[in-house]
């Protein structure tokens, strides 16, 4: 597993020293939630090899998932493209890891006055719209069939391990499908030896057939992300 996160490894030592005095590791464990609707924001977070799922809860109590941050990104980037301090979803570590977090304040003053952070931090928020429209677009579009290796690759991506700790009933909560729908798809794939299913655990067995499987959500974000941040 690469233990680093790719942001703050892109940025020059200059840049890193500046920030590193005022950065905090932290560690999630599965289900901490990080903020709530409502809240204000106060810390930003740089993963590390945790997966963090930014999610909307509708009235009628039903969960749907909007995006993922993981190594390759941050959590918060609306505390540096306004003042709007105020949260709209929930965020909640899904895979539990490693974090490091620092203040809103710090990270803004920063942004403020130098390019190379500005410059590094705004393609990032650009990749993470273009996951956010991606996904919109694949969950109206695309069958479970489809969307569920797409998923599932999408995770692997973020926490850099084909050891997915992930039960069948969180993955159609983030699908916003049935968990039979997930039990019988999984067990598709189990059988074309594309990933293999324990309790509360998946391992992704064969990458490229499990991408074959995906829809072209998948590889349109990863083009993205290189395009944006550069290859993993």
Wanted: hydrophobic share 40%; net charge neutral; aromatic share 6%.
């Amino acid at each position: 597993m690469n233990a680093h996160n790719q942001i703050l490894t892109s940025l020059s030592a200059d840049v890193r020293d500046r920030l590193l005095p005022h950065c905090n590791s932290v560690t999630l464990a599965q289900g901490d939630v990080i903020y709530r609707p409502g809240e204000t924001l106060t810390q930003l977070y740089f993963p590390i090899n945790c997966l963090l799922s930014v999610t909307i809860t509708m009235e009628d109590g039903s969960v749907a998932e909007v995006g993922m941050v993981g190594r390759r990104g941050m959590l918060g980037i609306h505390a540096f493209l306004s003042n709007q301090e105020i949260i709209q979803t929930e965020c909640a570590a899904q895979v539990p890891g490693e974090a490091v977090k620092i203040a809103v304040p710090v990270l803004r003053q920063e942004f403020d006055r130098n390019g190379e952070l500005r410059d590094v931090l705004l393609r990032y928020a650009q990749a993470f719209v273009a996951q956010v429209s991606q996904t919109a677009a694949c969950n109206s579009l695309h069958t479970l069939e489809q969307r569920l290796p797409r998923w599932l690759l999408e995770v692997q991506s973020r926490i850099g391990s084909d050891e997915l700790p992930l039960t069948q009933e969180f993955i159609a909560t983030m699908l916003g499908v049935r968990r039979a729908g997930v039990t019988q798809t999984a067990q598709r794939l189990q059988e074309r030896k594309l990933i293999q299913y324990h309790r509360g655990h998946v391992q992704i067995l064969n990458q490229a057939g499990l991408e074959a499987s995906a829809c072209e959500c998948f590889k349109t974000v990863q083009g993205q992300y290189n395009r944006l941040l550069g290859e993993q």
